[in-house]
C-alpha cells in the first residue's frame, strides 16, 4: 500500500517539474522572441580575415573594429591566412559554418577570393570589404578603403615637385588591388614627363623581408637607379635595408604608403622621402559601423573612400612619428 502512495507521489512530482520546465522553455522562447523582434538583446558573432597579421596596419584595424563591436557586448573571431588565399578561403568557410552574423575581410588575393565571397552571400552573411577592393564586387554588401589610387598619384607629386628626373624602381604586390591602385596612380602622375623613367618592377607582397631580396636584385640589374615607389612603408622598409647593405642609404629617394610610426621615423631621419599617410582607425570605425547598418536594415554606401595625406619633413609634426593617425 505504502509503495503504490510512493509511486503516485512521485508521479505528481514529476508531472509537475515537467510543466514547471515546459513553462519556462516558453517563457524564454516568447521573450527571446520579443527581444529579438524589439532589436533589444540580441548579441552579434563576427568574423574578421586579413591578408596577414604580420603587418601592424591590419592590426589596427583589427583593434578598432574588435573595439567598437565589443562595446556593444558583441565578440570578433579574427584569423590569419598568412598571405596563404586557399587558407583564407577556409577561414571563411569556417566563419559560415559558426554561424556569424557578419565577415570583415581582407582578401589576400582581390580576384581569387570570390569562391568565399559566393559561399557566405549563398547563406545570407553580409560582407565588409576592409583596405583593398575585391574583384566581385557585387557579392560583397560594403568595401571600405583608403584612396590608394590618390595616395600612389601624391607620392609622385612630390618627387615631380622635388627632383629634375631620375630612373624609378617599383616595389609592388599585384595581387592586392590596394597595391595595384597605387602604383596606377604614381604611373599615371609622372605620365608625360620624359625626365622620369621606370626601369623595372618588383612584386613583393608588400612584406618587408621579401622587399628586400627583391630590391638587391634590381639593384644589381639597374645601377643608375635614382627612385624606388614603394606600395607600402613595409616594402619601403625593406627596400632601405638593402640600400643600407649596398652603402647607398639616403643617396635614392624611397617612397612609400601608410604614414606608419616605422615609416614616419625614416622620414624624420631623412631616409625616406615622404609616406602617403592612410588612417586604419577610421577604417576600422567605418567597417563596424556600416555592419550594424546593413542589420539594421538602414543603407549604407557600397564604396566608402578615405582619404590620403602625403607626410613629408615639412609637415610630420602635426602627424607625429610614435603612432597611427
Known sequence: MERRQDKKVLQILTGVLLGILVAAFAWYSSNEGLEQTMGQGKKYKFGATYMTMNNPFYEIIDDEIRSQL????????????????????????????????????????????????????????????????????????????????????????????HAAGGNILLLTHSAAKSGVDRIQGFKDAIE?????????????????????PVTEELLEQYPETDIIMCLNDLAAMGAMAALKDAGLEGKIAVYGVDGSPDGKSMVEAGFMAATAAQFPREIGREAASAVYRILEGQPVEKVVRIRTELVTRGNLEQYGSDGWQ
Not at 559554418?97 to 588575393?109: K, Y
Not at 608625360?192 to 628586400?212: K, P, S, Y
Request: net charge negative; with cysteine; glycine share 8%.
Open 70 to 161: 565589443e562595446a556593444r557586448g558583441d565578440i570578433l573571431i579574427t584569423r590569419d591566412p598568412a598571405l596563404d588565399v586557399e587558407k583564407q578561403i577556409d577561414q571563411v568557410q569556417e566563419l559560415i559554418d559558426r554561424n556569424v552574423d557578419g565577415i570583415f575581410i581582407n582578401p589576400v588575393d582581390w580576384k581569387r577570393i570570390g569562391p568565399a565571397l559566393e559561399e557566405a552571400s549563398k547563406v545570407g552573411i553580409p560582407i565588409i570589404v576592409v583596405d583593398t577592393d575585391v574583384f566581385e564586387s557585387e557579392r560583397v554588401a560594403c568595401t571600405i578603403v583608403s584612396d590608394n589610387y590618390q595616395a600612389g598619384g601624391l607620392c609622385a607629386a612630390h618627387l615631380l615637385e
Open 192 to 212: 608625360g614627363h620624359e625626365e622620369f623613367r621606370i626601369l623595372a618592377e618588383g612584386d613583393c607582397l608588400g612584406q618587408l623581408e621579401r622587399a628586400m
